[in-house]
């Protein structure tokens, strides 16, 4: 079983930037199709990102597109989540997961590893 470990959250401005690193262990993910999803307090979890196998095909949420960047490093087992331009509406707990599609997914139903959390908090 793919065991995911994020790290990289952290307390930053409104306008700031953070990195995501999300990283496997186990078992390779180079095969797998990756996301990123977040859960705000109240809130249902949200789809924000996702790439496929190659790193070559991203596909984003609505609310993060333009600002948000995914991308893996296959070799090291790891995905990424480069975020700029964060507003506090950013503010939630970001999970990685694993699907065991090749390709770009967006249903959190379709993961089937996913990783504990790490808080964003977006505040001035």
């Known amino acids: 079983q793919v065991q995911l470990v994020e790290s990289g959250g952290g307390l930053v401005q409104p306008g700031g930037s953070l990195r995501l690193s999300c990283a496997a262990s186990?078992?390779?993910?180079?095969?797998?199709?990756m996301g990123w999803f977040r859960q705000a307090p109240g809130k249902e979890r949200e789809f924000i990102a996702s790439?496929?196998?190659?790193?070559?095909?991203?596909n984003y949420a609505d609310s993060v597109k333009g600002r948000f960047t995914i991308s893996r490093d296959n070799a090291k087992n790891t995905v990424f989540l480069q975020m700029n331009s964060l507003k506090p509406e950013d503010t939630a707990v970001y999970y990685c997961?694993?699907?065991?599609?090749?390709?770009?997914?967006?249903?959190?139903?379709?993961?089937?590893?996913w990783g504990q959390g790490t808080q964003v908090t977006v505040s001035s």
């Open positions: 186990r078992r390779t993910i180079s095969s797998y199709a």
């Open positions: 997961a694993a699907s065991i599609s090749p390709y770009t997914v967006v249903r959190a139903a379709e993961y089937f590893a």
């Open positions: 790439i496929d196998w190659t790193g070559g095909a991203t």
